[in-house]
Structures are given as C-alpha cells and as structure tokens.
C-alpha cells in the first residue's frame, strides 16, 4: 500500500509540474493535472490538501532537483554559475514554475529552499571574509545576480532556447555567464561595498 501510494503521489507531481509550469496555480486545473497523472483528481486532496499545497510540493521538488545537479561551492562559483545554465537549459520548465513561485507564492518559504539559501550566504559571507571572493557585494545581492544571470541567459523566453539559436550561441552564452561570474567575484575585483549595506 505504502507503495502504491508513493507511486501515485510520484506520478501526480509529474503531471502537476508540467500543468503549473504551463499555467501557474490561478490558471492550473486539478482535473487536468488528475487526467494527465492517470487517477482520479480526489487523489490530490487526500495526498496533498489543497492545489496551493501540491504547488509546494512541486517547487519544492524542483529546488531539490536543482541542488543536487547543481551543488554551490563559493570557492567556485564560477563552475556553479555554469552548473545552473546547464540545468536551467535543460528544465526551462522549471525555470518558469520558479517565475510562478514568485509572483503567486511570493513570501511563502519553503524549509527546503530556506535553509539551502541560508547556508549558501554563509558560505558565501565566509569566503568573502577568508578573502577568497570578492566583497563588493553583499552575500544576498551577489547569490540573487549570480542566480539571475545563469537562469536568464539560459532561457529561450516561450520557447527552449535550444529551438531559438544553435549549439554554439548556447555554448557561447554559458562561456560568458562563467567568465562574467569569476571576473565579477575574483578577489579585488573592481567595485567597492555598497554604502551602508556590508562590511568585511
């Protein structure tokens, strides 16, 4: 029974990923999600609550996915930066649930994701402080610009970007995303601290 039931739930947010990345949750429908999964669309209530409560559960899902193909390492981040792109390049779906996540669950953290981003501005914040990154930015603005550049540059807009340009614009836009990342964080980087937002 235990196994049935993760099967079912495993199933169900496959389906719901693709239906909330496509339409959000105002625009996602559980019979949809109910019909693509193959069971009936109680099945969502009973394993998850409510359709706010299986977004979570998806997001946090896609978090979890992205932390493991893309570890931070802020002695590198350089390397994470290219680890994103080539995630978000191939989930761009994932990409979009995240745009949902914010402008329909803005505020709403997930333990997950929170304690991920907590430990990366610690480590962050020590690296800075061990002077082996650059400290110009504070941890949260320089995770939020590495995070946003990776992500963006690696999104087609609607459409994959790989149906967009061809393999080499692709490998192109990841070289400059790494090389832009380890110029902006190499220690004595050009810039000095935000007034009145960090100190070393």
């Known amino acids: 029974m235990a196994r049935d ?3 079912t739930k495993s199933s ?22 109910a019909a693509a999964a193959g069971y009936n669309k109680n099945l969502i209530y009973v394993h998850f609550g ?9 997001y ?3 978090v979890q996915e992205i932390l493991e193909a893309a570890p931070f390492d802020a002695e590198d ?3 994470y930066a290219g680890a994103l792109f080539d995630f978000h390049h191939a989930h761009p779906h994932l990409m979009r649930l995240s745009r949902w996540h914010s402008l329909e669950r803005h505020g709403v953290l997930l333990p997950v994701a929170e304690k991920a981003n ?20 504070p941890p949260h603005l ?19 970007l790989g149906e967009l340009v061809g393999a080499a614009e692709i490998a192109a836009r990841r ?15 050009p810039g000095r601290p935000l007034p009145g937002t960090f100190t070393s």
Request: net charge neutral; hydrophobic share 50%; no cysteine.
């Open 5 to 7: 039931s993760r099967t």
């Open 12 to 33: 169900l947010l496959r389906a719901a990923t693709d239906e909330f990345a496509a339409y959000g949750i105002a625009g996602a429908r559980v019979d949809r999600i």
């Open 50 to 58: 409510s359709k706010e409560q299986l977004f979570d559960a998806v």
């Open 60 to 62: 946090e899902a896609a």
């Open 77 to 79: 981040l350089p390397g």
């Open 118 to 137: 907590s430990a990366k501005l610690r480590a962050l914040a020590a690296a800075q402080g061990e002077g082996k990154v650059d400290a110009g930015l």
């Open 142 to 160: 320089l995770l939020a610009l590495l995070v946003a550049l990776a992500g963006t540059w690696a999104e087609g807009g609607p459409e994959p």
């Open 175 to 189: 070289h400059a995303v790494v090389v832009s990342v380890g110029r902006l964080t190499r220690p004595g980087a």
